[in-house]
């Protein structure tokens, strides 16, 4: 049974201070789904194109064994498109352009064999859209939500409804703080679960990432680069990692869990190696382990008995 | 033999969101002593305060195995103070006094039996006197150098020149950038090794630290808190517990220092619980050892077989 992804398919324009690209595949549900392909296929893909979207763009997630039968492709619409320009500080972007066009009046239609599905991953888009599509799930046992300040600010209770239903929310430092107007992590962390989710990750970009699962919080560094080519799509790869290896273990432990945000990391670390989402086409699994074993060296210590 | 630390020893005004304290104890070379003293004793102090330091924190010292022989009380100075106050967010603090008194004029004296000492800690201080006391040693084996923005700004080049002696230089991530006027931390480290210290600990607050020894990088995670009463001397506590670790343990080899970092975390942990030196006024070894398993498993992460 494939692992369901919904949320955005883009054609970014993307600068940094070492390059820029135009038309460059983007949207969450793209970066979730490129990586979590190199877990487990095949990836059940829910979004929304228009008729400009490249060729070239399909044949690579077909490729990547991503099932495009609940992609729809509207004839009298063109594509989401973004345009965003990082600084020197990476940290730091400018929302250039942001046109929603198929993604307006986009409703999400889950095909019947994608129903069944046990592990579902809502990518950052319209929690209103991201209820739509759990309605339509039969029973799914493991749902990662994904969302953005955008969301918290502009469609707060509709983002509410969905972490009633989720059971692990992923969300970076300063959007924690947004939703819970809290600026100590581990306080804030409480509050969101109090909200549904049972399990909370918080990114903190360089800084690594926190895994709060039953009374356990879990610490992961981020791998150290000198150079972030293109910081875009980094959290959607980490959800797509994270999920993908939890959908190919189906071991919901929470020590199983602290080895996904581990791949959910490395993974994100590709994202950003190089532009857009070519970071993510070329891997090979061999290469996503040894960063895992990387991460291992990176963290781990011990006492001489 | 000893392990030699000089730096400030302060009376200090601090007051946070929770709670306010006057005429505490404060001062660089006082949270390391008290840190350092729980790994190796004794702890040669080389420091100075005016007549009006208070008795019962010279005997508190002494009970910590703190010897004073280097310390110079000065009959008609007063003692150095410093008033800050920290806000909600507690990354944030107003130094609202700075009164140097018998800092101004010091003049550290390193007392025949400590210039043997292989271990030295220079905790924050004038780079001017870290160079005097360095002057004195004989033949010293490591040697950790702390410093702040002030000394960065102020007194570059002879800070510089405490860098080409030193072993290990720890710093926090806003300083690193400072020094290098370089944003990425991973770039910025290497920059620092070429201006002398082998060995580099980047300390990132509620992020944790990272180090940077021989060809490793380790990425310590913080100790999760709920609480922080003041963050006064934590940067000082984990200089104290870094260096009296490996002085203890006599091991300088990288896998050692990790540990040796995550002990250093451990002990600002302690020291941020409670206002001053309160959080490392009573601790037992075993407490300590507690808290290195706590980042252990806050840290490790392995798949099943």
């Known amino acids: 049974m494939g692992l369901l992804v919904v949320g955005t398919l883009g054609l970014d324009n993307v600068s940094t201070p070492f390059d820029k690209i135009e038309n460059a595949l983007g ?17 059940y893909l829910v979004g929304v194109v228009g008729k400009d979207f490249p060729e070239k763009y399909i044949r690579l997630l077909e490729q990547h064994d991503v099932d495009l039968e609940g ?12 345009a965003g320009k990082y600084h020197y ?18 409703d999400p239609i889950v095909p019947e064999k994608y129903r069944k599905s046990k592990f579902v991953c809502l990518g950052n888009i319209d929690p209103t859209l991201q209820l739509k599509v759990l309605d339509q799930m039969e029973s799914p046992r493991f749902i990662v939500c994904d969302t953005m300040n955008y969301w918290i600010e502009g469609k707060k209770e509709e983002l509410l409804q969905v972490l ?46 926190l895994l709060f699962a039953d009374d356990i919080i879990f610490s992961a560094p981020a791998y150290p680069m000198e150079m972030i080519y293109d910081p875009t799509g980094a959290g ?57 074993r990387d991460f291992q060296k990176l963290s781990q210590f011990d006492e001489k008995e």
Chains 1, 2 share one sequence.
């Open 89 to 106: 500080d990476l940290n730091v972007r400018d929302t250039l352009l942001t046109e929603l066009n198929a993604l307006e009046n986009f």
């Open 236 to 292: 959607d790869s980490f959800a797509g990692g994270f999920t993908g290896y939890l959908h190919k273990t189906q071991d919901l432990s929470p020590e199983n869990m602290k080895c996904a945000v581990v791949y959910g990391s490395a993974m994100a670390s590709f994202c950003v190696e190089k532009f857009s989402t070519k970071g993510l086409e070329e891997l090979e699994y061999l290469r996503v382990q040894d960063r895992y």
């Open 27 to 43: 949207g969450s549900a793209t970066y979730i789904a490129l990586s979590a392909s190199y877990f487990s296929g095949p990836v």
């Open 71 to 82: 992609l729809q492709i509207l004839e009298n619409e063109k594509t989401f498109r973004w």
């Open 164 to 209: 009633q239903r989720t059971n692990v929310l992923i969300i970076n430092d300063s959007e924690a703080r947004l939703l819970t107007k809290e600026p100590n992590l581990i306080k804030s962390a409480k509050v969101i679960k109090e909200m549904g989710p049972e399990i909370l990750i918080i990114k903190k970009g360089e800084h690594g990432a």
